[in-house]
């Protein structure tokens, strides 16, 4: 059985015009593609699809949060994700080209299934920093603080005298 029927639209007795639905994603959904940036999850996607006679709009927004490893600290984290995406299907020859937003499927094509572009917009709203400014707000804050102490502590260390005097060094042969 298809661990992504649930992920299956059924496009050929869709009628004209806007419909939509509604995804929920989580850890078991991620762990189904090998080598994910994202192990544990729990996304909500709202999808709006638009059928014309020649092509489909999708349109795509997810918010959630994704397990993490914050890179100011270690700790574990819940990084928050939110986005908005497009993606445009359109009839055509081959069957699941792509090129850049747009996708090409069959007219005999009874069903889209849209898992894929699912995982693959959860890791494109992924930060490049695993860090967020709202981590200091919450009760308990998820912090490591024994890390963030040792950062700091380097840090003021590299602010010596010493420092400055070699700088001033190079600056004056």
Known sequence: MD???AYSIPIQGLKYGVHHFQYSVDK?????????PVE??????KLQLDKRSDMFLLDFELEGSVGADCDRCTAPIRLPVADQRQLVVKYGDADGEAEDEVVFISREAPNLNVAKYLYEFTVLALP?????????L???PPCNFEVLKMLQQ???QLDNPGWDALKNFKENP
Not at 40 to 45: L, R
């Open 154 to 156: 380097s840090e003021n």
């Open 128 to 136: 490049i920093i695993n860090a967020y400014e709202g981590c200091a």
């Open 28 to 36: 078991a959904f991620y762990s189904h593609f090998e080598g994910s």
């Open 3 to 5: 661990v992504f029927v």
């Open 138 to 140: 919450e009760n308990p």
């Open 40 to 45: 544990d999850g729990e996304v909500q996607f």
